[in-house]
């Protein structure tokens, strides 16, 4: 939102603007697919395509290009090493990244306001750059990513799902909910925040989450939180019953994760029970519970700091 946002101020501002947007990364690159930044005529700039001196060569790069008055843009691959004999970026991480310089002209204006709108709503939609043209579709595609490019790099097409790309469904709007909300909120995630009890504080202070679901019963969180593989569920409410009672509802759904906060005993009986009642080892043996990496949580921010790596590490896949 920040680099789109900039953009709109400095072409309202008569300034010229140079978008760098990462394309396509490999290995350890430290600027992943879709970071993006720009830089405009005046010198400043907002964003990130991974940092370093690798950046700072782009930054000088993108203000040189907009001292000349032709509108152009280019593909650039980069190698993080300092042995590879071309394309190097000065940097020893290893890995590569191809990055995209592309001046935004005037008539590309429409098409950022419409992003722009899109995304301060909380919404998905489809941002599609060739190497002469910037497009925005409000339709989201099905994949985070989708790149076609020629070896030449004469010519490519690139997608990217605008807007949230994961959803977390956090069942339970206590002090963790709360905490962990703050936190997720900022990583690329859709938070939907449920509750059964109307007039809890921390439902109130909790400014974070996306959407606030006040519920007659956890019981009915089958009808509301739909199956997905980017849908985190987190099972954090008021006692044993109402955990009970929610997982119950979306034992039979289908997650990228379930974590079910909760002391060990607690949750050791009611596994036991589960089993008892012939539930299939296979669902049980999908949530994550206790939730979160051991780091010997304490306070309620260590707690959620452990949910979040966990959740992290799934979504990017480490374990």
Not at 157 to 180: D, M, S, W, Y
Not at 186 to 203: E, G, V
Not at 207 to 219: L, N, Q, R
Request: with cysteine.
């Amino acid at each position: 939102m920040q680099v789109w946002q900039f953009i709109q101020q400095k072409k309202q501002d008569s300034k010229r603007v140079m978008l760098l947007y990462v394309l396509e990364s490999l290995g350890s690159s430290p600027g992943r697919q879709g970071f993006n930044m720009a830089v405009s005529s005046d010198g400043d700039f907002c964003g990130t395509i991974g940092g370093g001196i690798m950046e700072h060569k782009f930054v000088e790069l993108a203000k040189s290009r907009l001292r000349i008055p032709e509108i152009n843009s280019d593909i650039i691959r980069q190698v993080h090493d300092k042995s590879s004999p071309k394309n190097q970026s000065g940097m020893i991480c290893s890995g590569e990244q191809t990055i995209f310089i592309y001046e935004i002209s005037d008539n590309d204006l429409l098409q950022i306001n419409k992003l722009v709108q899109s995304l301060s709503q909380n919404k998905n939609g489809t941002l599609e750059l060739t190497i002469d043209s910037l497009r925005f579709n409000e339709q989201a595609p099905l994949k985070p990513f989708y790149l076609e490019l020629k070896e030449d790099f004469s010519s490519f097409n690139f997608i990217e799902k605008t807007g949230p790309k994961n959803i977390l469904h956090i069942i339970g709007g206590g002090h963790c909910a709360l905490a962990l909300s703050q936190l997720m909120c900022k990583m690329d995630f859709y938070i939907h925040l449920y509750d059964d009890r109307k007039a809890l504080s921390t439902i109130h202070e909790n400014k974070s989450a996306h959407e606030i679901h006040i519920v007659d019963s956890y019981s009915h969180l089958d009808e509301l939180i739909a199956s997905g593989s980017n849908v985190y569920v987190v099972i954090m409410t008021f006692g044993y019953k109402t955990d009970d009672t929610a997982l119950r509802a979306l034992l039979e759904k289908s997650f990228k994760y379930t974590g079910l906060l909760g002391s060990r005993k607690k949750i050791e009986k009611m596994f036991n029970d589960y089993k008892k009642e012939k539930i299939s080892s296979a669902l049980l043996n999908n949530i994550k519970a206790p939730i979160g990496i051991f780091i010997k949580s304490e306070t309620v921010h260590e707690i959620a700091v452990s949910i979040a790596a966990e959740i992290i590490s799934i979504k990017n896949s480490v374990q």
